[in-house]
């Protein structure tokens, strides 16, 4: 089991961009009403590395669970400073809503990265 959650570790997204964006609402100049409105947000969020590293890890005792003995109700009820610590996935992800998703993966890809992919300041720091 430990190593079936090692092999699936993956770096974490530290920013999520979209090349241009253009909103609409009732706070801009050029509101058009017959548009849909539309915001542009920013989040900062500091130490989420740091914050992550101080969160308590599993130890021992690892088992699997069946998942009929769980439904959103019980999983709710976990208290977030408990003992014991469950991870649950249960994914479907549509082929046909994947393209919606291009700035922001709901899930990590496992992805052999070839040179080719590399940024120019990574591949001259080498």
């Not at 079936?4 to 961009?17: A, H, K, N, P």
């Not at 979209?18 to 409105?37: E, H, I, L, Q, T």
């Not at 700035?103 to 496992?110: F, N, P, R, S």
Request: hydrophobic share 35%.
């Amino acid at each position: 089991m430990y190593l079936f959650l090692e092999q699936d570790i993956r770096d974490g997204v530290s920013t999520v961009t979209k090349r241009y964006a253009r909103a609409n609402n009732k706070y801009m100049p050029n509101f058009d009403s017959s548009n849909p409105s539309k915001y542009i947000m920013y989040y900062d969020a500091n130490n989420l590395y740091g914050w992550s590293m101080s969160q308590a890890l599993p130890l021992e005792n690892f088992q699997w669970e069946s998942p009929e003995l769980w439904d959103e109700e019980r999983i709710l009820q976990i208290p977030d400073e408990g003992e014991t610590g469950f991870i649950f996935v249960d994914l479907e992800y549509p082929k046909e809503i994947q393209d919606t998703h291009n700035c922001l993966l709901v899930v990590a890809e496992k992805l052999k990265k070839d040179k080719s992919m590399l940024t120019l300041s990574i591949k001259f720091s080498r």
